[in-house]
């Protein structure tokens, strides 16, 4: 049995703990792997090392940390394909997925080369009589993150790229359901020519979180995953005086008028519902159909979400994957189940699904559930799976109100051909990432990622330019250098600017 190990101070390293963790093949159902679960101890070795390193790369020019910058972005894209098969074997997303996500993840990297102009201060010559201001900003020290399964490559090179460039060292605690693209995610790193020790990976439990959570050398974490662990990592984390950034769950909602193109928008459904088996944060898993497009609209979703080709994720032909592990998929069974129940009708069922050679996999298949209502569980509750909910509203003014009335606002999306409807939408929807005929609204590395409301505990988003501000803090220096042909005495008065 394959042993994974951490990644500390450029090397592998089973560390001290002495617990294990099965990581499985969700399409074959089989353990493939074991992953080390680290324990307070491993965490503080790797925050030591990362603090002794800090010091080097703190100091680290620009140009330097730039260059690594460069050399890491041309390794990861050398061996996408490899990362990729990496993660559909332990995910169980398709690979043609996978390797989207990885590209994904490379233009975060491809943002933080940028960190010469990124890091530019502010200047201000005179600003009174021989007083010049200016600032810059420095790195806080060490800092970590703490990372989901679903995008175990991407939602990672959302923090360390940008971290590592603004001269702080990084620990991170991926998911232990799918550990291994971490580590080949490390190993490039050093072959791109970043110092031992700035770049570490402990894999862990709750254990480990804690760990990370309560050391005082720990500056800052950031923390992408569901909304109650969100706010657990938002309370501890603070409450030991850390910056916290702390991305929650979501509920994203797709409103569909009847004046759309209802083929461009089934697609666009099915696709934001079902790819990636539903197991992503930015999944469109509710969509609400105004006025007299319902019964067109579940009509064409559910005949494109039954054509959806199930099966493993190094099959070509498989646009769609397993779900993540037996216990995601018995839960998603389990909200359908309370669907039908509380009253909703399933348009497609996706329960049962067995894929022929894969009998023991993880499957869920595509599930449109229709006439879903708000105080039902199937909508109430994020599934994190292949489940389209089909809510009604007689107007985009109660739809909207719908979405505002959800406890989540991370993503959300119109389909329309009515520029006044898109606009009254996107001033009046209480989310943070909207999409006008784009159902998945990630924005580009140059724009920061984050939702309101309980998607997001903290103040600053991911990446972007309020990743920058997050992993840095500001100096303000006011100077003066008189010219002095005898001694000064000091001033006693108030300093006024004259």
């Not at 099965?22 to 679960?37: M, S």
């Not at 399964?149 to 460039?165: C, D, E, G, K, L």
């Not at 996706?350 to 599930?367: M, Q």
């Amino acid at each position: 049995m394959r042993t994974i190990e951490h990644w500390i101070g450029g090397k592998l390293t089973a560390g001290a703990a002495t617990r294990r963790g099965a990581v499985w093949n969700p399409a074959t159902g089989q353990q493939q792997a074991e992953v080390v679960l680290g324990g307070a101890g491993d965490v503080d070795e790797a925050v030591r090392t990362a603090r002794v390193a800090f010091g080097e790369w703190s100091q680290s020019s620009l140009s330097k940390r730039a260059k690594v910058l460069f050399s890491f972005r041309e390794l990861v894209n050398r061996r996408m394909d490899e990362l990729a098969e990496i993660i559909s074997d332990e995910h169980g997303k398709v690979v043609s997925d996978a390797r989207g996500e990885v590209q994904r993840g490379l233009e975060v990297v491809e943002f933080a080369c940028g960190i010469p102009h990124l890091l530019k201060g502010d200047y201000s010559d005179q600003v009174s009589t021989g007083v010049d201001t200016y600032s810059f900003r420095e790195p806080l020290g060490v800092v970590a993150g703490i990372t989901p399964f679903n995008f175990p490559a991407m939602v990672p090179m959302w923090m360390h790229p940008i971290a590592i460039a603004c001269g702080n060292t990084f620990v991170l605690k991926p998911s232990e359901r799918d550990p291994s693209a971490s580590l080949l995610v490390a190993q490039l790193w050093a072959e791109a020519g970043l110092p031992d020790g700035v770049f570490n990976v402990v894999h862990g439990d709750k254990e480990a979180v804690d760990a990370l959570l309560d050391h005082s050398d720990v500056a800052a974490v950031s923390f992408v995953g569901s909304t109650p662990i969100a706010r657990y990592i938002h309370e501890r984390g603070t409450a030991s005086g850390k910056r916290v950034q702390a991305l929650g769950g979501a509920k994203n909602h797709a409103i569909v008028l009847p004046d759309a193109d209802l083929d461009y928008a089934s697609d666009h459904l099915v696709a934001a519902a079902f790819g990636s088996a539903g197991e992503r944060c930015m999944a469109i898993s509710a969509t609400v159909a105004v006025g007299d497009a319902g019964e067109a609209l579940v009509e064409a979703v559910s005949a494109k979400a039954a054509a959806v080709k199930v099966g493993p994720g190094r099959d070509a032909s498989s646009e769609m994957g397993p779900v993540v592990t037996s216990a995601a998929r018995d839960r998603i069974v389990g909200f359908i189940d309370s669907g039908e129940r509380q009253g909703a009708r399933i348009a497609v069922d996706g329960r049962g699904l067995v894929v022929p050679g894969y009998e023991d996999g993880f499957f869920v298949g595509p599930t449109v559930v229709d006439a879903v209502t708000p105080e039902m569980d199937v909508y109430r509750e994020e599934i994190f799976g292949p489940v389209l909910s089909v809510l009604r509203a007689d107007t985009v003014d109660a739809a909207i109100a719908l979405v505002n009335a959800n406890p989540y606002g991370n993503g959300t999306a119109i389909f329309t051909s009515s520029g006044e409807a898109a606009r009254r939408f996107q001033r009046g929807v209480q989310v943070g990432m909207i999409g006008i005929n784009v159902p998945i609204p990630v924005p580009m590395a140059y724009y920061s990622f984050g939702g309101w409301k309980d998607s997001l505990f903290g103040d600053k988003h991911v990446h972007g330019p309020e990743g920058i501000s997050f992993y840095t803090r500001a100096k303000v220096v006011t100077s003066r250098w008189p010219h002095v042909s005898h001694p000064a005495g000091a001033s006693y008065h108030f300093p006024t600017m004259h």
